[in-house]
């Protein structure tokens, strides 16, 4: 749903002329609000669209797609090499763009996120007192080594050259890893996805909970826009900020007491159906000729990947 122009704006009754004399005020909590849940339910409904696009990865058995994921997520996880791992990343985004996959959405869906939060767990081990190593660049010297009871610190802190490359090897990993599960989302659709995870016999109450979790999300999302948007609209951008933050604290409340309400309603409703916990499509899944063949061209490359990174 597309908000109306005059929504986002900072309405705030002044003339034109006002405008230009006194300073823009920032955006508050409702134009904020307002501007992420557009852009979660906007992304969300093009990842559906684009997983029912023309493309090669779309025209895949969701089965076969799950089995070479996971044939891969080893495959990548095991190796060692950068250069491997970055050969393989290249071909992942070479079939990402013959799905219809925008690339710069992606890269900036991967990168922006995984450095900042693999790279904070990682930072440590890069200094030579959590991982002996030779020195690539010395911070600082002290006069003698520290030792606290059982910890025994050298007098040097230096940043180590085996400590950057396991760094730059697990964060690559966790990248790679993070693309590979977006691709194979982004080109399947929802439901055939959880249906391909009960081929594999996952757990029926794992299902289950992943399909309500994503279906019912948006529910709430859509619930949560109504309210923003009606309160905008009496709001004309007059309120303060303190205001503004109680309107949040109290929508979060009324929202969790909505959706107590909405699940035992739905529960009600499918246990009168009859659900079951299963998961049923119309879509039915048959093997064709080039899923047998990808799939074994996967699990192929999966094995040469991890012997030429044991040669290497």
Same mark, same amino acid.
């Given at each position: 749903m597309d908000l109306p122009l005059w929504l986002l704006e900072n309405s705030s009754g002044l003339s034109e002329t006002s405008h230009k004399s006194k300073p823009r005020?920032?955006?508050?909590?409702?134009?904020?609000?307002?501007?992420?849940?557009?852009?979660?339910?906007?992304?969300?409904?093009?990842?559906?669209?684009?997983?029912?696009?023309?493309?090669?990865?779309?025209s895949l058995d969701p089965r076969i797609k799950i089995l070479a994921l996971v044939s891969l997520l080893l495959a990548l996880n095991l190796i060692s090499h950068l250069g491997l791992l970055w050969g393989s990343y290249l071909i992942l985004l070479a079939l990402a763009a013959g799905s219809g996959i925008h690339l710069g959405s992606l890269l900036k869906k991967v990168w922006l996120v995984v450095p900042?939060?693999?790279?904070?767990?990682?930072?440590?081990?890069?200094?030579?007192?959590?991982?002996?190593?030779?020195?690539?660049?010395t911070l600082f010297t002290m006069n003698q080594p520290w030792s606290i009871g059982f910890l025994h610190l050298p007098a040097t802190l230096a940043i180590t050259k085996q400590g950057v490359n396991g760094a730059v090897l697990l964060v690559s990993r966790v990248g790679i890893s993070v693309t590979l599960t977006l691709i194979m989302t982004l080109t399947t659709r929802w439901t055939d996805l959880l249906k391909a995870l009960r081929f594999f016999f996952v757990p029926r109450i794992f299902v289950t909970t992943l399909e309500m979790t994503y279906r019912y999300i948006f529910v709430l999302i859509t619930i949560?826009?109504?309210?923003?948007? =009606?309160?905008? &609209? #009496?709001?004309?951008?007059? +309120?303060?900020?303190?205001?503004?933050?109680?309107?949040?604290?109290?929508?979060?409340? =009324?929202?969790? &007491? #909505?959706?107590?309400?909405? +699940?035992?309603?739905?529960?009600a409703a499918m246990t009168a159906r009859g659900y079951s916990g299963e998961v049923y499509t119309m879509n039915r899944f048959r093997m064709r000729l080039h899923d047998w063949f990808f799939a074994s061209f996967v699990i192929l490359c999966s094995f040469i990947l991890y012997v030429a990174d044991k040669i290497l």
């Amino acid at each position: 749903m597309d908000l109306p122009l005059w929504l986002l704006e900072n309405s705030s009754g002044l003339s034109e002329t006002s405008h230009k004399s006194k300073p823009r005020r920032k955006r508050g909590f409702i134009q904020k609000t307002l501007s992420d849940i557009v852009h979660v339910l906007r992304d969300s409904f093009f990842s559906e669209e684009l997983a029912v696009r023309p493309g090669f990865l779309q025209s895949l058995d969701p089965r076969i797609k799950i089995l070479a994921l996971v044939s891969l997520l080893l495959a990548l996880n095991l190796i060692s090499h950068l250069g491997l791992l970055w050969g393989s990343y290249l071909i992942l985004l070479a079939l990402a763009a013959g799905s219809g996959i925008h690339l710069g959405s992606l890269l900036k869906k991967v990168w922006l996120v995984v450095p900042l939060f693999s790279g904070i767990m990682v930072l440590p081990s890069v200094f030579n007192w959590v991982r002996p190593g030779e020195p690539l660049f010395t911070l600082f010297t002290m006069n003698q080594p520290w030792s606290i009871g059982f910890l025994h610190l050298p007098a040097t802190l230096a940043i180590t050259k085996q400590g950057v490359n396991g760094a730059v090897l697990l964060v690559s990993r966790v990248g790679i890893s993070v693309t590979l599960t977006l691709i194979m989302t982004l080109t399947t659709r929802w439901t055939d996805l959880l249906k391909a995870l009960r081929f594999f016999f996952v757990p029926r109450i794992f299902v289950t909970t992943l399909e309500m979790t994503y279906r019912y999300i948006f529910v709430l999302i859509t619930i949560l826009e109504e309210m923003f948007l =009606a309160r905008k &609209a #009496r709001d004309a951008g007059r +309120s303060s900020t303190s205001e503004q933050r109680g309107f949040v604290a109290s929508a979060m409340v =009324a929202l969790f &007491a #909505r959706s107590l309400q909405m +699940s035992e309603e739905v529960y009600a409703a499918m246990t009168a159906r009859g659900y079951s916990g299963e998961v049923y499509t119309m879509n039915r899944f048959r093997m064709r000729l080039h899923d047998w063949f990808f799939a074994s061209f996967v699990i192929l490359c999966s094995f040469i990947l991890y012997v030429a990174d044991k040669i290497l």
